[in-house]
């Protein structure tokens, strides 16, 4: 199984299919840890990268593997023994933002259980949709939280999953009305996170997940500038915050 932790140089690219046909992409990096042993950085770059419980699913007083423990116990499945590798952007000078945290879940055999795609919105929102892979890492699940506001909450996604190595490549392609409406996709190469890697991460892609917070806003109002069709926000009582899909 693939050593971690590790830094994947990696570009997003999102791509529309429907109403206005649109493309954007930019540069970021990624880490792949396993979660039972985080990785232990030299104090002076603990700012630039922490793994916190509270920014992901579960009880912030517990640890990451052990909220996916317990969301996975509720399903039925044991992870007792296993390794759980998560592929997310970390917590830098104190700011985080995944639009999107994968978990491959691996039984004490090695085996994979399932994968765990964690959706966060702009609006503080978060969802779990539990995946069971083929042999190819392909999966599907409706859609059941609110993302874009220029997309319905309705349809499902494919997604291709494979646990990275060398490489990175990930793709989830949302369709409607039986056709693709938006796909998108991370690809990257693998750089062993050790302090040089981390680094040079850091001094060519500075406060990496800030300017994707940004970009997505601006990527937005390029659409609302079009007069692309908003579909309002669910109210607070029929958001799903912490939910989960299967």
């Known amino acids: 199984m693939n050593p971690a932790p590790a830094i994947y140089d990696a570009q997003v690219r999102h791509?529309?299919?429907r109403d206005v046909h649109t493309t954007f992409a930019h540069r970021i990096h990624l880490w792949l840890v396993d979660l039972d042993e985080l990785p232990e950085l030299p104090?002076?770059?603990?700012p630039f990268a922490r793994f916190r419980a509270a920014d992901h699913v579960g009880d912030p007083e517990l640890s990451i593997r052990a909220n996916i423990?317990?969301?996975?116990?509720?399903y039925g499945i044991d992870l007792t023994g296993g390794r759980v590798l998560m592929l997310a952007h970390a917590r830098e000078l104190g700011h985080v933002f995944n639009p999107i945290s994968v978990f491959w879940c691996h039984r004490a055999d090695g085996s994979l259980?399932?994968?765990?795609?964690?959706?966060?919105n702009t609006y503080g929102g978060r969802h779990c949709y539990l995946l069971r892979p083929d042999e190819h890492g392909r999966a599907h699940a409706d859609k059941e939280f609110y993302v874009s506001p220029f997309l319905e909450t309705r349809g499902y996604y494919t997604m291709h999953l494979p646990l990275p190595g060398d490489r990175l490549a990930v793709a989830v392609t949302l369709h409607q009305d039986g056709r693709p409406a938006l796909t998108a996709t991370l690809a990257g190469t693998r750089r062993p996170a050790g302090t040089r890697e981390i680094v040079r991460a850091l001094l060519r892609r500075p406060f990496v997940t800030r300017r994707t917070s940004l970009l997505i806003r601006l990527h937005g109002i390029a659409l609302w500038l079009r007069r692309l069709p908003?579909?309002?926000r669910p109210p607070a009582s029929d958001r799903s915050e912490e939910g989960v899909s299967r």
């Open 15 to 17: 791509a529309r299919h």
């Open 43 to 46: 104090f002076w770059l603990r």
């Open 69 to 74: 423990g317990n969301l996975l116990a509720g």
């Open 113 to 120: 259980a399932c994968v765990v795609a964690e959706v966060h």
């Open 230 to 232: 908003v579909v309002p």
